[in-house]
């Protein structure tokens, strides 16, 4: 059989490994945080805003410390791998622990993207996981504490965690209604390293990396961005994140007018509230010529 | 005549009083000279036949000698023969008449011809028909003739007339006072005939009308111009013939509304009202009144526009129409915004505050800054921008340029200058913090004023430094200004061009600087360069060197990295400057121009040359009257003192600062003296301790927590008749009403007030559940049987928690069997979390108070009175002898039973639930009682607050359903319910249109319950009238409605509802 010609790579799970390495400019000390927190294999909470830079830090930190195993030798030939998890409403145990499968003579167990983390090392990173169902906090518990055990029930096993492991959460405190709070006793289970957009000094050099555009224009809309947030509780319930900032960015270098390229990567993707469009139309007015 | 005729005729005359014989002899011998022996002998003749015709006419006949000799003088002999038959005509239909005419024509004939003598006559007589009163009024236009004659032409007398005539038939006291009114009226105006034939078409229609129309037509003259005034009246003249029944009413206030306006719009506006007359009547009137207000906001071309679009409407719909042309529909709002030019800010503030939040990065509030500002705060100029650092005082009316984008931009410029001053700090003023770009020189300045100079406020503490307080505050403004200017048009680039525009047209308004006393001279330069006229700008020739030097400085402060330190510091050099020189006029020769565009390094001037203007003791320089320039318009007023101050009293002043402690120790003579010792520009009206006060106060009610919610922020407004509203009192709101005839919304027409329902007694409460056990025990069943529900197994999915073991097998069979399995192999527990918000919506209306027996014999549908007496009486009637003792069960007690009953069962399955209360009486009022909120616990007091729910007054359905569905929009839930227990069609005063149909209420309730659904709550409507299937099918027919028929089943029937509706 001819081989085919593939234009997308696909790999394992657990054979994803972060090589290059991810661009990400520290605001404060979360870098060392969560360096010190993996050397003891404390598991790691990321609490801020969607688009606040947490699934790039985890990136930047699984390529760092997948560095500096490496160095030390103790990682086995398929690195340090990253699992991510986005979490949703329908998110069951079983979405992370594995199922069986149906197949013609019988069933076939497969394992789920927790148990493979667990299995290979490396960082499982659940991102928004208030969002799952409740029945994950009993998979989180025991491996978020010092047991580092994950119970496969349906197998009628109990997994030892590989010593490389680290269970890595985020959780936006902003928009989920009281119900979705995450429980104490999960959140006690965590070091929280509390994110927040970064202040526009640093925004603008990571606008500016991150969409190719000039300084002038990153800083212009790190400025945009600043504005903006000031407007949290004033009609928005959230402020715009350095993503956005970012594709708005990415939409300037591409030829689009900065004023245009705001309002389409924005201003209408920040709310649907008319008026509020227009007001933060004014803003990117006047920023933008 | 010879003495046996006149024996014959004196025998004759001598059978009647002596008076008439005696008017005889001295007529005879007036006119025996110019009429000859035998004429005379037949004058005689004829004043006895007039005698003889009835008993009284022996008056008649004195009356006609007595005039004769005069009329002979008038007529001459052959005409008077006619005069006299006339008149012996006349008195064989009645003598007064005669007598009257007699009397009265020796004053009128000079104005009349010979021939028109008969006619006059028969005018007369054709008033009179015999009875008392007709005689009287036909005595009266004979009385009147000279008035008439002498200014009005024969013609317009007989119109006249006829017009008087064809009154009488319908009311005698009327053509009388008619008559008197025209002859009062009629010389002075030039339109008679118009007039006249105007007052012709009221006679068949509304001839009470014609009265009031007389009165009015002075006004027509005064206000309309000359040319266009019969087309006034005959456009007048068409609406009453097209049935219009107000027609004084319309005269009196089109013409005031034509005084309003410019005369040469009045062609435009007649020409149009004359177009409007055939689609509507109504709409004419309508499109006068509002046409100067109109023309106010647009130009007459623009104006032709919104003519059209209103033209368009009114084919429609005549309704939706007439409302256009009185700006009562939003479409007319609309239209007219988007035509005009100007910037109205109240349209803009929404847009603007959110603005001007994201800019300032600290909470600001937008206001007007009106006139009412003026008076309340006395520092708030009026229509110029300002800021007390909370709040942002804007211009209320923008107009100086032809377009609205340009009018919105300066705006735009203006909210930016005063959210600078907050965004860039220029109230961060510390008196010890030191600047970026200077040397300090404040200690030194300090330690050589020697003496105590300490301020309230860091600002103070910095003003006090100097010498002429006012001429260091005026540079400081400047120089801040201009750091202000220069950080928002480095970091805004977009919105440079627009304000480097503002700063130009700024810089062309501004006064001749030759004409300043050089130290003013010095201050307005400093103005001039910061608004970037850096060529050929007036110097006095003796003084370039000190103007480059305060250029220079000025410069430095132009700085991105520049603070609010470095303006002081700056303010500092250039008043050490300033005060130097002498405040004297310069002859115009003696100023030349220069540039300040290239940048010659300044070297820093001595220190001790600065210092030197700050010895301690040197009160200023001679104070030779300093006066300020005038301040640069988009700028506004910049007042840090004030400022620092007012955030000091609210706890801003820093971290260091206790709060409470910050409050305390700012006393009202601490500000009086501020606001003494600072040179504010307060009013006559408003001395120092009552502005002082108001700012006590303003701060204080600032520090309450402040109630906000849907509607609009409570901005001091007087209610214009008949206009739309503005909420006055905190908690009030304001929402627009459906007009279902002009199809459109009428713009905020009611207030919502809410109001804490009273607090009762408890009993009420505990006493229904005790009642209803059995009741409550059942119902109970019913809603706990809905928890199982959350949690329900799901099988048959494509993907879950599990393989469903039955599934599995079959699915294993299948393909033992080669079949398709079915691929739904999972099951998985649907957590269907209840996620329910709801509000009921009690009807609180004086209805509710009948007796529930009784409910059903006078349908509690009747009309409310609209007159406030007969309501009250109606109300009465309603309620009852409030004192008696009530033994009977109302309706309202039904309702707060069965509410009882529900809240209990859904305290069991935690829905989040609302109870509201809504009554009112007219759209200024509509009361909306707090029993319950949606996020309030049911607690004792909510328990109580139940038992004091009561009847009031009307049921303004529409406005309390708006208001309960914007609580509930807030709410955080999947599903919302809104339920309206009702026992009647809504109704209130000025509820239906005319107060004629229910159409309107029906409509406008129809129409608030869609616009719940459009905020996704589910409307449904519940009433107790057993009328209610006709107007609930229309009202929620398509949303969800229930009409009980027996009042009593409604406890029974409420929760097994709720429960139907929500699971």
Same mark, same amino acid.
């Given at each position: %059989?001819?081989?085919?010609?593939?234009?997308?790579?696909?790999?394992?799970?657990?054979?994803?490994?972060?090589?290059?390495?991810?661009?990400?400019?520290?605001?404060?000390?979360?870098?060392?945080?969560?360096?010190?927190?993996? #050397?003891?294999?404390?598991?790691?909470?990321?609490?801020?805003?969607?688009?606040?830079?947490?699934?790039? *830090?985890?990136? *930047? %930190?699984?390529?760092?410390?997948?560095?500096?195993?490496?160095?030390?030798?103790?990682?086995?030939?398929?690195? *340090?791998?990253?699992?991510?998890?986005?979490?949703?409403?329908?998110?069951?145990?079983?979405?992370?622990?594995?199922?069986?499968?149906?197949?013609?003579?019988?069933?076939?167990?497969?394992?789920?993207?927790?148990?493979?983390?667990?299995?290979?090392?490396?960082?499982?990173?659940?991102?928004?996981?208030?969002?799952?169902?409740?029945?994950?906090?009993?998979?989180?518990?025991?491996?978020?504490?010092?047991?580092?055990?994950?119970?496969?029930?349906?197998?009628?096993?109990?997994?030892?965690?590989?010593?490389?492991?680290?269970?890595?959460?985020?959780?936006?405190?902003?928009?989920?209604?009281?119900?979705?709070?995450?429980?104490?006793?999960?959140?006690?289970?965590?070091?929280?390293?509390?994110?927040?957009?970064?202040?526009?000094?640093?925004?603008?050099?990571?606008?500016?990396?991150?969409?190719?555009?000039?300084?002038?224009?990153?800083?212009?809309?790190?400025?945009?961005?600043?504005?903006? #947030?000031?407007?949290?509780?004033?009609?928005?319930?959230?402020?715009?994140?350095?993503?956005?900032?970012?594709?708005?960015?990415? %939409?300037?270098?591409?030829?689009?007018?900065? #004023?245009?390229?705001?309002?389409?990567?924005?201003?209408?993707?920040?709310?649907?509230?008319?008026?509020?469009?227009?007001?933060?139309?004014?803003?990117?007015?006047?920023?933008?010529? | 005549?010879?003495?046996?005729?006149?024996?014959?005729?004196?025998?004759?005359?001598?059978?009647?009083?002596?008076?008439?014989?005696?008017?005889?002899?001295?007529?005879?011998?007036?006119?025996?000279?110019?009429?000859?022996?035998?004429?005379?002998?037949?004058?005689?003749?004829?004043?006895? @036949?007039?005698?003889?015709?009835?008993?009284?006419?022996?008056?008649?006949?004195?009356? /006609?000698?007595?005039?004769?000799?005069?009329?002979?003088?008038?007529?001459?002999?052959?005409?008077?023969?006619?005069?006299?038959?006339?008149?012996?005509?006349?008195?064989?239909?009645?003598?007064?008449?005669?007598?009257?005419?007699?009397?009265?024509?020796?004053?009128?004939?000079?104005?009349?011809?010979?021939?028109?003598?008969?006619?006059?006559?028969?005018?007369?007589?054709?008033?009179?028909?015999?009875?008392?009163?007709?005689?009287?009024?036909?005595?009266?236009?004979?009385?009147?003739?000279?008035?008439?004659?002498?200014?009005?032409?024969?013609?317009?007398?007989?119109?006249?007339?006829?017009?008087?005539?064809?009154?009488?038939?319908?009311?005698?006291?009327?053509?009388?006072?008619?008559?008197?009114?025209?002859?009062?009226?009629?010389?002075?105006?030039?339109?008679?005939?118009?007039?006249?034939?105007?007052?012709?078409?009221?006679?068949?229609?509304?001839?009470?009308?014609?009265?009031?129309?007389?009165?009015?037509?002075?006004?027509?003259?005064?206000?309309?111009?000359?040319?266009?005034?019969?087309?006034?009246?005959?456009?007048?003249?068409?609406?009453?013939?097209?049935?219009?029944?107000?027609?004084?009413?319309?005269?009196?206030?089109?013409?005031?509304?034509?005084?309003?306006?410019?005369?040469?719009?009045?062609?435009?506006?007649?020409?149009?009202?004359?177009?409007?007359?055939?689609?509507?009547?109504?709409?004419?009137?309508?499109?006068?009144?509002?046409?100067?207000?109109?023309?106010?906001?647009?130009?007459?071309?623009?104006?032709?526009?919104?003519?059209?679009?209103?033209?368009?409407?009114?084919?429609?719909?005549?309704?939706?129409?007439?409302? &256009?042309?009185?700006?009562?529909?939003?479409?007319?709002?609309?239209?007219?915004?988007?035509?005009?030019?100007?910037?109205?800010?109240?349209?803009?503030?929404?847009?603007?505050?959110?603005?001007?939040?994201?800019?300032?990065?600290?909470?600001?509030?937008?206001?007007?800054?009106?006139?009412?500002?003026?008076?309340?705060?006395?520092?708030?100029?009026?229509?110029?921008?300002?800021?007390?650092?909370?709040?942002? /005082?804007?211009?209320?009316?923008?107009?100086?340029?032809?377009?609205?984008?340009?009018?919105?931009?300066?705006?735009?410029?203006?909210?930016?200058?005063?959210?600078?001053?907050?965004?860039?700090?220029?109230?961060?003023?510390?008196?010890?913090?030191?600047?970026?770009?200077?040397?300090?020189?404040?200690?030194?300045?300090?330690?050589?004023?020697?003496?105590?100079?300490?301020?309230?406020?860091?600002?103070?503490?910095?003003?006090?430094?100097?010498?002429?307080?006012?001429?260091?505050?005026?540079?400081?403004?400047?120089?801040?200004?201009?750091?202000?200017?220069?950080?928002?048009?480095?970091?805004?680039?977009?919105?440079?061009?627009?304000?480097?525009?503002?700063?130009?047209?700024?810089?062309?308004?501004?006064?001749?600087?030759?004409?300043?006393?050089?130290?003013?001279?010095?201050?307005?330069?400093?103005?001039?360069?910061?608004?970037?006229?850096?060529?050929?700008?007036?110097?006095?020739?003796?003084?370039?060197?000190?103007?480059?030097?305060?250029?220079?400085?000025?410069?430095?402060?132009?700085?991105?990295?520049?603070?609010?330190?470095?303006?002081?510091?700056?303010?500092?050099?250039?008043?050490?400057?300033?005060?130097?020189?002498?405040?004297?006029?310069?002859?115009?020769?003696?100023?030349?121009?220069?540039?300040?565009?290239?940048?010659?390094?300044?070297?820093?001037?001595?220190?001790?040359?600065?210092?030197?203007?700050?010895?301690?003791?040197?009160?200023?320089?001679?104070?030779?009257?300093?006066?300020?320039?005038?301040?640069?318009? &988009?700028?506004?007023?910049?007042?840090?003192?004030?400022?620092?101050?007012?955030?000091?009293?609210?706890?801003?002043?820093?971290?260091?600062?206790?709060?409470?402690?910050?409050?305390?120790?700012?006393?009202?003579?601490?500000?009086?003296?501020?606001?003494?010792?600072?040179?504010?520009?307060?009013?006559?009206?408003?001395?120092?301790?009552?502005?002082?006060?108001?700012?006590?106060?303003?701060?204080?009610?600032?520090?309450?927590?402040?109630?906000?919610?849907?509607? &609009?922020?409570?901005?001091?407004?007087?209610?214009?008749?008949?206009?739309?509203?503005?909420?006055?009192?905190?908690?009030?709101? +304001?929402?627009?009403?459906?007009?279902?005839?002009?199809?459109?919304?009428?713009?905020?027409?009611?207030? +919502?007030?809410?109001?804490?329902?009273?607090?009762?007694?408890?009993?009420?409460?505990?006493?229904?559940?005790?009642?209803?056990?059995?009741?409550?025990?059942?119902?109970?069943?019913?809603?706990?049987?809905?928890?199982?529900?959350?949690? @329900?197994?799901?099988?048959?999915?494509?993907?879950?928690?599990?393989?469903?073991?039955?599934?599995?097998?079959?699915?294993?069979?299948?393909?033992?069997?080669?079949?398709?399995?079915?691929?739904?192999?999972?099951?998985?527990?649907?957590?269907?979390?209840?996620?329910?918000?709801?509000?009921?919506?009690?009807?609180?209306?004086?209805?509710?108070?009948?007796?529930?027996?009784?409910?059903?014999?006078?349908?509690?549908?009747?009309?409310?009175?609209?007159?406030?007496?007969?309501?009250?009486?109606?109300?009465?009637?309603?309620?009852?002898?409030?004192?008696?003792?009530?033994?009977?069960?109302?309706?309202?007690?039904?309702?707060?039973?069965?509410?009882?009953?529900?809240?209990?069962?859904?305290?069991?399955?935690?829905?989040?639930?609302?109870? /509201?209360?809504?009554?009112?009486?007219?759209?200024?009022?509509?009361?909306?009682?707090?029993?319950?909120?949606?996020?309030?616990?049911?607690?004792?007091?909510?328990?109580?607050?139940?038992?004091?729910?009561?009847?009031?007054?009307?049921?303004?359905?529409?406005?309390?359903?708006?208001?309960?569905?914007?609580?509930?929009?807030?709410?955080?839930?999947?599903?919302?319910?809104?339920?309206?227990?009702?026992?009647?069609?809504?109704?209130?005063?000025?509820?239906?249109?005319?107060?004629?149909?229910?159409? /309107?209420?029906?409509?406008?309730?129809?129409?608030?319950?869609?616009?719940?659904?459009?905020?996704?709550?589910?409307?449904?409507?519940?009433?107790?009238?057993?009328?209610?299937?006709?107007?609930?099918?229309?009202?929620?027919?398509?949303?969800?409605?229930?009409?009980?028929?027996?009042?009593?089943?409604?406890?029974?029937?409420?929760?097994?509802?709720?429960?139907?509706?929500?699971?």
């Amino acid at each position: %059989m001819a081989e085919t010609n593939q234009s997308y790579r696909s790999q394992h799970i657990e054979e994803y490994v972060v090589h290059q390495q991810p661009f990400y400019l520290p605001v404060k000390d979360e870098v060392q945080l969560f360096e010190a927190a993996y #050397r003891e294999r404390v598991p790691i909470l990321l609490k801020g805003p969607t688009g606040s830079g947490k699934t790039r *830090f985890v990136e *930047f %930190m699984s390529w760092r410390l997948g560095q500096d195993l490496g160095a030390q030798k103790r990682l086995s030939k398929a690195g *340090f791998p990253l699992v991510t998890v986005a979490c949703h409403e329908d998110l069951t145990a079983s979405d992370l622990v594995g199922r069986y499968l149906l197949e013609v003579e019988g069933t076939r167990w497969i394992d789920g993207p927790l148990t493979r983390a667990v299995k290979h090392g490396g960082i499982c990173y659940l991102d928004e996981v208030v969002e799952a169902r409740k029945d994950t906090t009993v998979l989180i518990h025991p491996l978020a504490d010092h047991r580092r055990l994950l119970h496969i029930e349906k197998l009628g096993e109990v997994l030892e965690a590989h010593p490389n492991f680290l269970l890595v959460i985020s959780y936006n405190p902003g928009y989920q209604s009281a119900l979705k709070d995450l429980k104490h006793s999960t959140r006690q289970r965590f070091v929280a390293v509390e994110f927040d957009f970064p202040p526009r000094e640093l925004e603008g050099p990571i606008i500016e990396h991150e969409a190719g555009v000039d300084r002038e224009t990153a800083s212009s809309l790190a400025l945009l961005g600043e504005k903006i #947030r000031n407007l949290r509780g004033h009609g928005l319930q959230e402020g715009v994140s350095t993503r956005l900032l970012i594709y708005a960015g990415k %939409m300037i270098v591409q030829g689009i007018a900065p #004023r245009r390229a705001c309002q389409v990567a924005v201003v209408w993707g920040l709310t649907d509230d008319h008026e509020t469009q227009r007001s933060v139309n004014e803003v990117v007015t006047s920023i933008f010529p | 005549m010879n003495p046996q005729e006149l024996e014959h005729v004196m025998t004759e005359l001598q059978k009647y009083p002596s008076a008439l014989t005696g008017a005889y002899e001295t007529a005879r011998i007036a006119v025996e000279g110019s009429l000859g022996p035998v004429n005379t002998v037949r004058w005689s003749e004829d004043g006895i @036949r007039i005698a003889r015709q009835t008993p009284r006419s022996w008056e008649v006949a004195s009356e /006609y000698y007595r005039a004769s000799p005069r009329v002979l003088q008038a007529i001459g002999y052959p005409q008077f023969q006619r005069w006299v038959e006339a008149g012996i005509d006349l008195c064989g239909e009645s003598p007064t008449v005669a007598a009257s005419y007699f009397r009265a024509s020796p004053a009128v004939l000079p104005h009349i011809q010979a021939r028109q003598i008969a006619t006059w006559a028969n005018l007369g007589r054709s008033l009179s028909r015999g009875t008392w009163k007709s005689s009287s009024l036909a005595s009266r236009f004979f009385e009147t003739g000279t008035e008439l004659y002498s200014t009005l032409s024969f013609r317009e007398v007989e119109l006249f007339v006829h017009l008087v005539e064809s009154l009488s038939a319908r009311s005698y006291d009327l053509a009388a006072e008619c008559l008197h009114l025209g002859q009062r009226v009629l010389p002075t105006i030039d339109e008679r005939e118009e007039l006249i034939s105007l007052a012709n078409a009221l006679v068949d229609n509304s001839w009470r009308e014609v009265r009031g129309t007389f009165e009015a037509a002075a006004r027509i003259s005064a206000s309309v111009e000359r040319k266009l005034r019969p087309r006034y009246y005959a456009l007048t003249e068409r609406l009453a013939r097209a049935g219009m029944q107000n027609v004084s009413s319309f005269i009196l206030e089109t013409t005031q509304s034509l005084g309003q306006l410019d005369a040469q719009y009045h062609p435009f506006a007649l020409q149009h009202a004359e177009d409007l007359v055939e689609a509507s009547a109504e709409a004419v009137g309508a499109f006068l009144k509002s046409a100067p207000a109109v023309l106010q906001r647009i130009s007459l071309q623009q104006m032709e526009a919104w003519y059209g679009e209103g033209l368009k409407v009114l084919k429609e719909n005549v309704d939706g129409g007439v409302a &256009y042309f009185r700006v009562e529909s939003s479409r007319a709002e609309a239209v007219l915004d988007q035509l005009s030019s100007t910037v109205e800010f109240e349209k803009v503030k929404p847009l603007l505050t959110v603005y001007a939040n994201a800019m300032a990065g600290t909470e600001v509030e937008l206001q007007g800054a009106s006139a009412e500002m003026h008076r309340n705060h006395g520092w708030v100029a009026v229509e110029s921008a300002s800021t007390d650092g909370m709040h942002i /005082y804007l211009p209320t009316i923008v107009d100086r340029h032809p377009t609205k984008d340009e009018n919105f931009a300066w705006l735009k410029v203006v909210s930016t200058h005063q959210t600078g001053h907050l965004e860039l700090g220029s109230f961060a003023f510390a008196y010890d913090r030191p600047s970026m770009l200077f040397e300090d020189l404040r200690p030194q300045v300090a330690a050589q004023r020697g003496e105590a100079v300490a301020g309230n406020t860091e600002m103070s503490h910095f003003f006090n430094m100097f010498p002429t307080r006012e001429l260091a505050s005026d540079i400081f403004s400047v120089v801040e200004d201009a750091r202000i200017d220069f950080g928002l048009t480095n970091k805004y680039r977009g919105l440079r061009p627009d304000y480097l525009k503002v700063q130009a047209n700024s810089l062309s308004a501004r006064q001749d600087i030759r004409e300043l006393p050089v130290r003013a001279a010095m201050v307005e330069l400093l103005i001039r360069l910061s608004l970037h006229q850096l060529k050929e700008v007036p110097v006095p020739s003796r003084f370039v060197a000190e103007a480059r030097a305060i250029a220079a400085h000025l410069r430095r402060v132009q700085h991105p990295d520049a603070i609010v330190e470095d303006a002081a510091e700056a303010t500092i050099r250039i008043y050490a400057i300033i005060s130097r020189l002498p405040n004297e006029q310069v002859p115009p020769e003696d100023w030349e121009n220069q540039d300040f565009d290239e940048d010659t390094p300044q070297e820093e001037e001595a220190t001790d040359q600065v210092l030197q203007q700050f010895q301690a003791g040197g009160e200023g320089p001679e104070d030779d009257g300093y006066e300020s320039p005038e301040g640069v318009d &988009y700028r506004g007023e910049f007042k840090p003192e004030l400022v620092q101050m007012l955030g000091r009293m609210r706890g801003q002043g820093g971290a260091e600062e206790d709060q409470q402690q910050a409050m305390q120790e700012i006393s009202q003579e601490m500000l009086e003296e501020l606001l003494r010792e600072s040179d504010m520009d307060i009013d006559d009206d408003m001395d120092v301790s009552a502005m002082a006060n108001s700012m006590m106060k303003e701060v204080a009610a600032n520090q309450q927590p402040k109630t906000k919610g849907q509607g &609009y922020s409570d901005i001091e407004h007087q209610d214009e008749e008949g206009g739309s509203l503005e909420p006055v009192t905190p908690r009030s709101y +304001v929402y627009h009403e459906w007009d279902f005839r002009a199809n459109d919304y009428r713009p905020r027409w009611c207030i +919502v007030q809410e109001k804490q329902a009273l607090t009762g007694e408890r009993k009420f409460f505990t006493d229904t559940l005790q009642t209803y056990s059995g009741l409550m025990e059942q119902i109970r069943r019913q809603f706990e049987a809905i928890r199982p529900e959350m949690y @329900r197994k799901v099988k048959h999915l494509p993907e879950g928690e599990d393989i469903d073991f039955d599934a599995g097998l079959e699915a294993v069979t299948d393909i033992r069997n080669k079949r398709t399995p079915d691929e739904r192999l999972y099951w998985r527990r649907n957590k269907a979390e209840r996620d329910v918000g709801v509000v009921f919506l009690l009807d609180m209306s004086a209805s509710t108070a009948e007796a529930v027996d009784e409910a059903r014999k006078d349908g509690p549908d009747g009309d409310v009175p609209s007159d406030p007496v007969a309501y009250t009486m109606w109300l009465r009637t309603r309620r009852g002898d409030p004192s008696a003792r009530r033994t009977y069960k109302r309706i309202i007690d039904v309702e707060k039973e069965s509410m009882v009953l529900l809240m209990n069962a859904l305290e069991m399955i935690g829905d989040r639930y609302g109870v /509201y209360g809504f009554s009112g009486f007219g759209r200024e009022n509509v009361e909306f009682y707090v029993i319950k909120e949606l996020q309030e616990q049911l607690t004792d007091r909510v328990k109580r607050r139940l038992d004091k729910v009561a009847p009031l007054h009307a049921t303004r359905m529409g406005p309390a359903i708006r208001h309960a569905a914007s609580k509930l929009e807030k709410l955080d839930a999947k599903t919302k319910f809104l339920f309206v227990v009702s026992d009647g069609r809504p109704q209130d005063r000025g509820y239906s249109r005319e107060g004629v149909e229910k159409e /309107y209420a029906v409509q406008d309730t129809r129409m608030a319950l869609l616009e719940a659904r459009a905020k996704d709550i589910t409307p449904f409507a519940l009433t107790v009238d057993r009328n209610g299937h006709d107007y609930l099918r229309t009202m929620a027919g398509d949303m969800g409605y229930e009409v009980l028929p027996d009042i009593m089943d409604l406890p029974r029937r409420l929760p097994a509802l709720y429960r139907r509706l929500t699971v």
